[in-house]
C-alpha cells in the first residue's frame, strides 16, 4: 500500500505512468524503493493545475496516493534501490534544464539581433548605436560560455567521471543564470513591445525563470559545487 502526496508534479493527471520513490524499509536511503504507478489504480487522484507564472504548456498538479496497491512487479530493481536510481538520475536532469535555458536564450537573442536591425530610432536602427551592440555582445558571450560548459559537463556524464556531478551542476547553475539574463536582455532591447504578449520575448522571460529552481535550486547547485572543491 502506497500512502502519500507530492507536490509539483509536471504531468500530473496527463501521465499515463507516475515513477515514484517511495519508503518501504527504514529511515535512511537504504530505505527507499522505486516504483511504477499507472494512473489507474484505485486511490491514486491528483489536484487542481497549479496556477503558474510560466511553463503554462506543462501541467502541473499534485499525486495523492491513498492506499494504492502496487503489484511487487511494478517495482524498479530490487527493494532499496530506490535512492541510487533518483540519484543516477539527477546530473543529466540538471544538464537537461540548462539545455532548455540555452534554446531560449538564442531564440532571444535571434529575436533581438533581428528586431534591433528593423526598429527605427532617432532616424537609424537601433542596431547601429554602441550600446545595443554591447549589449548584443554580452550576451552572445554568456550565450557560448554556458554552452561550452553544459557540453563538457554532458561528457562527463556520458563518460562517468568521478566530477561529473560537480560538473553538472555548474553548467546547470551558470547556463540558467545566464539564460535569464539574457532573455531579460533580449526584453530591454523590445522596449515596451517586449512586455506585450504579441512579441515572443515575454513568455520566454517567464518561462525561463523557473529554470534556477527546478532539478535543485542555484543554490544548492552552488552548494555542490563548493563542498566538492573542499573534498579534493
Request: charged share 20%; aromatic share 8%; proline share 2%.
Amino acid at each position: 500500500m502506497v500512502n502519500g502526496s507530492k507536490q509539483f508534479i509536471s504531468g500530473a493527471g496527463v501521465n499515463d505512468v507516475y515513477v515514484c520513490m517511495v519508503r518501504t524499509g527504514d529511515d535512511g536511503a537504504r530505505g527507499i524503493s522505486c516504483l511504477v504507478v499507472d494512473k489507474d489504480m484505485t486511490g491514486l487522484s491528483f489536484g487542481a493545475p497549479e496556477k503558474k507564472l510560466g511553463w503554462n504548456a506543462s501541467p502541473t498538479a499534485q499525486v495523492h496516493f491513498d492506499n494504492v496497491r502496487v503489484p511487487v512487479a511494478n517495482r524498479v530493481g530490487s527493494e532499496g534501490e530506490g535512492f541510487r536510481f533518483a540519484m543516477a538520475g539527477l546530473d543529466g536532469g540538471r544538464l537537461n534544464i540548462g539545455a532548455c535555458s540555452l534554446g531560449g536564450a538564442q531564440r532571444c537573442l535571434d529575436e533581438a539581433i533581428a528586431y534591433t536591425k528593423e526598429r527605427q530610432q532617432f532616424g537609424q536602427a537601433v542596431a547601429d548605436f554602441q550600446n545595443t551592440q554591447f549589449m548584443l555582445a554580452d550576451m552572445a558571450t554568456d550565450l557560448e560560455a554556458a554552452r561550452a560548459l553544459l557540453y563538457m559537463a554532458a561528457c562527463k556524464v556520458t563518460e562517468g567521471a568521478p566530477d561529473k556531478s560537480r560538473f553538472s551542476a555548474m553548467a546547470k547553475r551558470l547556463a540558467t543564470d545566464n539564460g535569464s539574463e539574457i532573455v531579460n536582455k533580449a526584453l530591454q532591447l523590445f522596449g515596451g513591445y517586449g512586455y506585450l504578449q504579441d512579441y515572443p520575448i515575454e513568455r520566454f522571460w517567464r518561462d525561463l525563470r523557473v529554470h534556477s529552481i527546478l532539478e535543485g535550486t542555484n543554490q544548492v547547485m552552488r552548494m555542490i559545487v563548493g563542498r566538492d572543491l573542499l573534498r579534493q
